[in-house]
């Protein structure tokens, strides 16, 4: 029998697509109030671009009556999904001896949160892009995950974004056009929050659900913060607490509770948005944003490119509030496992520190919370700026030290 319903969802899908750029011209009174939020023909259930989702035709759709949850429809989920540094590594060898020219200040060669190009002695462009499988079932809350992880990378370099691009793979044999336009939704309402428009994208139909961004940003490059440039004495900040890639698996064997999940969903999308401010700290030397490679791998990131070695307090890195008992009881990701072999030699953890332990410090986050390397004089200020945008769970997990590169676990 022939699927009909296919390619009526692939036309629509299409249609907001046409040529790799969304079609419908946005709003011009950008960006306040609810007109300014959405871009570009951003797709909505209720969107002109989508009258016929309420029609009959689509109300006896198969795939909009009865689908598989999203999770059910992908390997991995969230930055759980990224490749594993040390296999990344391997594969990116090869890159490194491109030219580089000047005005690129940021490339691959610390693994940073996004490239960074001089514009000219007062502006450069910042540009990332971040995309995964389903991390939650809801089509919303998936959208805003992954929009806000993909923005937070601009935050991370002390950058303000500008506009996104939407990155949309989708099964369309298994989701109606209803879901995935609740998919673009939640990521369109996570790009309002951060003040920016999606100006654009581009859509595959895939075997995995796939949904991100491409985000850029501008920075003065006099307040640019990178992986790279913590300095001995510095004290090590924590915005946001571990625990996501145990959540998430525990959400997707039906073990996560309704207070965990809104715990869940209430960090992963927070907006990172504090960065510019902490940029703008004359003693903040250093930032990332922790997440697929776990606090452990971003820290050893942050250790190697800056030449120095990192002393983690593990009793004072703050945990969601049912990580360690969801990981005594065995939720703990593949992607752990990957991230710890991953160290090899660069990490070093205490004797006293368990299994659980271990595999929470490589547990991959999703939207995970900014790592800042900051002179001891500005603690007080980086935390109450934290404290100020919401990030009530910050704390002083450590400090940087002399010595071969790498993080001491202890």
Not at 121 to 143: H, L, N, Y
Not at 355 to 381: E, K, M, N, Y
Request: proline content about 7%; some cysteine.
């Amino acid at each position: 029998m022939v699927d009909l319903a296919m390619p009526r969802v692939k036309d629509r899908c299409r249609s907001r697509f046409q040529g790799g750029v969304l079609a419908r011209p946005g709003p011009r009174n950008w960006p306040p109030g609810d007109a300014g939020l959405y871009s570009a023909g951003t797709c909505l259930p209720d969107d002109d671009a989508m009258t016929d989702a309420a029609s009959p035709a689509l109300a006896a759709d198969p795939l909009a009556a009865d689908e598989p949850r999203l999770t059910s429809l992908a390997h991995g989920g969230g930055c759980g999904c990224k490749i594993a540094p040390a296999l990344l590594a391997q594969i990116l060898r090869g890159a490194r001896g491109l030219p580089v020219p000047p005005q690129l200040l940021v490339g691959i060669e610390t693994g940073d949160d996004a490239a960074v190009w001089q514009l000219n002695d007062q502006q450069a462009i910042v540009a990332t892009t971040d995309f995964f499988m389903p991390i939650v079932d809801d089509p919303v809350d998936f959208g805003r995950i992954a929009a806000t992880n993909a923005i937070s990378d601009v935050y991370a370099m002390g950058a303000t974004p500008i506009f996104a691009l939407a990155l949309v793979g989708m099964p369309i044999n298994r989701l109606s056009a209803t879901t995935i336009g609740r998919i673009l939704d939640g990521g369109a309402q996570a790009c309002a929050a951060a003040g920016i428009p999606i100006a654009g994208g581009h859509s595959i139909d895939s075997v995995e659900p796939i949904y991100g961004l491409v985000a850029l940003g501008v920075v003065d490059p006099a307040q640019l913060r990178r992986n790279a440039g913590a300095r001995p004495g510095d004290v090590l900040v924590l915005g946001k607490p571990l625990g996501v890639g145990i959540y998430s698996a525990a959400l997707k064997q039906g073990a996560l509770d309704d207070a965990g999940y809104g715990q869940m969903i209430a960090t992963t999308t927070r907006l990172n948005t504090p960065g510019p401010e902490l940029a703008a700290l004359p003693g903040v030397h250093a930032m990332t944003d922790v997440t697929g490679f776990g606090l452990a791998g971003h820290a050893l990131e942050m250790a190697r490119g800056s030449g120095c070695r990192l002393a983690i307090d593990w009793s004072a890195v703050p945990l969601l509030d049912q990580a360690r008992e969801l990981a005594e009881g065995g939720f703990i990701t593949g992607a752990s496992g990957r991230n710890q072999a991953s160290l090899g030699d660069g990490a070093g953890f205490a004797d006293h520190l368990s299994d659980i332990d271990r595999a929470l410090a490589c547990d991959p986050q999703t939207s995970g919370g900014l790592l800042v390397a900051c002179a001891a004089d500005s603690v007080a200020a980086v935390l109450a700026l934290l404290d100020r945008h919401g990030f009530d769970a910050a704390a002083v997990i450590g400090r940087v030290v002399g010595g071969e590169p790498g993080v001491d676990l202890a």
